[in-house]
């Protein structure tokens, strides 16, 4: 390791233990990074990316094993179909006095490039081809079966929204929660019922790999993600659902969001990396990048407005388990929970629709 790498890497670890301390790693882990004159904090700082080759003894410390943690849901368990409702829970905290805070809709589109009817945000000084990528075939094929083809997890699975769509936020609002009917394991939820819908079994991991501890997620994520290829096969596609959050420097929340037949839902951001520098153990982040494209142009197709620009950046995030693996935001801390419940059951169409698409 060069002494600028672990220069860095020590500068992580001493900032995420001062932050342990303090009670504050579930909303400061995500370091900030000013894009185009917003901040935007995504799943993990760039900084911390995940190698699986370099943990460290400070992130394994705070490790517990499967066995230990949250049991598993297994769909073959009980074969019944999810019903999710979108009643939101209401928020009955006494906020007298408090601080409130704008929160302000955005429609996110245009980036440094695009193709047809979607746009890329391309966050290396690699040149790619997005025609090409639409054409190139998946390394894996459609198949008719029983078996789960797509895999759901969380790394984050405590990511929550809020409640109501006041278009302001209180000074007490924490966008965290362990109730899985209000955090991102909700919104799984209503991905694995839209696969189901289409004929297409999938697996949902609900372990809450940050919790206690947000330190070491997402070599927890890895862990039950290895156990579950190991399982099944026949897991094509890996998706790590998050939620984003974007403020502003006076404390202002945007949540970006589209309309599709008349009701509002959260946009959504493919993330996917690469492995250009040789820094991870990454050889196939090509058929990554080839299915995130295919994905956003079948989103922007059939829900016109449902993605932010695709961020094809210099990170890994567990994606370098599997082909097909890609971290998907479902929009911010500022989204209500049923538009991201509604993004949700979209995606899961648009998922089974390109994952059908190879068997021709």
Known sequence: MRASERICKATILCVAAVMSVFGTIGTACRLMRITGGEKTAEAGAVLAQQNTDNTTDFDKASESSLSSRKPVKDPFEEDTDLEISLDTPT???????????????????????????????????????????????????????????????????????????????????????????????RVGDQICDSLKKDGIESVHCTVHHDDPSYLGAYDNCADSINEYLARYPSIKI??????????????????????????????????????????????????????????????????????????????????????????IEIGTDANTLEESVRSGEYLGHVISGVLKETEK
């Open 91 to 185: 928020d009955d905290t006494d906020h007298t006095g408090e601080n409130t805070y704008l929160v302000t809709e955005s429609l996110y589109r245009e980036s440094n490039m695009s193709c047809e009817n979607f746009y890329v945000k391309n966050a290396t000084d690699l040149s790619i081809d997005l025609k090409q990528c639409l054409n190139a075939e998946l390394p894996f094929k459609y198949e008719n079966t029983s078996q789960p083809q797509v895999l759901i997890v969380h790394t984050h699975a405590t990511e929550s929204y809020m409640d109501s769509d006041l278009g302001y936020y209180y000074e007490s609002f924490y966008p965290r929660s362990t109730d899985d009917s209000r955090n991102v394991v």
């Open 238 to 327: 890996i998706l790590d659902i998050h939620r984003d959050s974007i403020t502003t420097d006076d404390n202002e929340k945007i949540k970006p969001t589209f309309t599709y037949n008349g009701k509002k839902a959260a946009q959504i951001m493919i993330m996917c990396g690469n492995d250009n520098y040789g820094y991870y153990d990454f050889p196939d982040w090509q058929d990554n990048l080839n299915l995130a494209v295919k994905l956003q142009k079948a989103a922007e197709t059939n829900y016109p407005g449902m993605t932010r620009p695709l961020h094809f950046g210099n990170f890994m995030y567990n994606m370098n388990l599997a082909p097909g693996s890609l971290l």
